[in-house]
């Protein structure tokens, strides 16, 4: 009996586990489609508009929330009281649901925001759009295929161990 409850337990962990697994890549792509929704009000807003960076941002923040919203108020706070350092910068988007590159992304492309002339900024944020398209195929495939398994992994890996255990 006391095997079949810690079995019972393994076999609840793993899943759990497993879920976990596929939450990091959910959130992960939503925050890069959060990005990805920023990239193209800040577009509007520069373009068309002609506001400046925190009534951008105001205006997205109030659609919505998030751990990109959460970072990117952050941003805006830091922004608004002063220029912004390169470490303040990746203090305020360092995400554990991102890799490495997101962050290098992310980072460098705040960190660069408002500190050129329009057509650069254009430029610069044409750039960053083209890259974050390619990284958010990349994270949406990884989502379907592993963010996908693990959970049914997880659940395999428990009834394995169960098996193993009874």
């Known amino acids: 009996m006391l095997k079949f409850a810690i079995s019972g337990v393994l076999c609840f ?3 759990y586990l497993g879920i976990a697994g596929k939450n990091y890549y959910d959130k992960r792509c939503k925050y890069l489609r959060d990005f990805d929704d920023f990239l193209s009000s800040l577009r509007d807003g ?3 508009a002609k506001d400046k960076l925190p009534q951008i941002g105001r205006k997205f923040l109030s659609g919505g929330k998030g751990a990109f919203y959460n970072n990117l108020e952050e941003y805006i706070c830091l922004a608004e009281s002063c220029n912004p350092t ?9 995400s554990k649901y991102l890799s490495k590159f997101d962050k290098v992304m992310l980072k460098d492309f705040f960190f660069q925001l408002g500190r050129y002339d329009y ?5 610069r944020l ?3 759009e083209s ?3 390619k990284t958010l195929e990349k994270a949406e495939k990884e989502r379907k295929t592993t963010g996908n398994l693990l959970p049914k ?3 395999v890996l428990g009834i394995a161990i169960m098996i193993i255990l009874a």
């Open 126 to 128: 044409d750039l960053t």
């Open 131 to 133: 890259q974050l398209k």
């Open 13 to 15: 962990i793993s899943a």
């Open 119 to 123: 057509d650069t900024q254009i430029s």
């Open 46 to 48: 520069i373009s068309y």
């Open 86 to 94: 390169q470490e303040q910068v990746n203090k305020c988007f360092d």
């Open 153 to 155: 992994l997880g659940l």
